[in-house]
């Protein structure tokens, strides 16, 4: 299984401006560009799980890891690490994860790691 790391991809949810910034500290590959761009577009459902929230002002970073199948459907989530430690938060990010469609790849899965930050 083919492991890719998006540390450096990091997408910030800014809460109170209801915008998503795109933080590089290095280039992306176009797997890693397409990756990242099928997170963005699902931004909005990020932040409706973090208003479910028992503190909906709560801050801090949840590290999801998630395997993708060849076909681009989701095929195991988790949570690797994370300081928002509300478990209604964590099911709901991980209910999106696992409900987004990758584009199609040559391997047959990857196993992809991604920290998204509340503020």
Do not use: W
Request: contains cysteine; aromatic residues 6%.
């Amino acid at each position: 299984m083919k492991r890719i790391f998006l540390v450096a991809a990091m997408v910030l949810v800014h809460l109170s401006s209801c915008s998503s910034t795109h933080k590089k500290t290095r280039e992306l590959t176009p797997g890693q560009k397409a990756i990242e761009a099928e997170i963005q577009e699902h931004a909005d459902e990020f932040r409706v799980c973090h208003n479910k929230g028992q503190n909906q002002n709560a801050t801090g970073f949840i590290r999801v890891v998630f395997d993708v199948h060849q076909s681009g459907r989701v095929i195991g989530t988790g949570i690797q690490e994370a300081t928002l430690q509300d478990s209604v938060v964590q099911e709901c990010v991980l209910g999106v994860i696992e409900n987004i469609r990758f584009p199609e790849q040559k391997t047959k899965s990857v196993q992809i790691t991604y920290p998204l930050i509340f503020n």
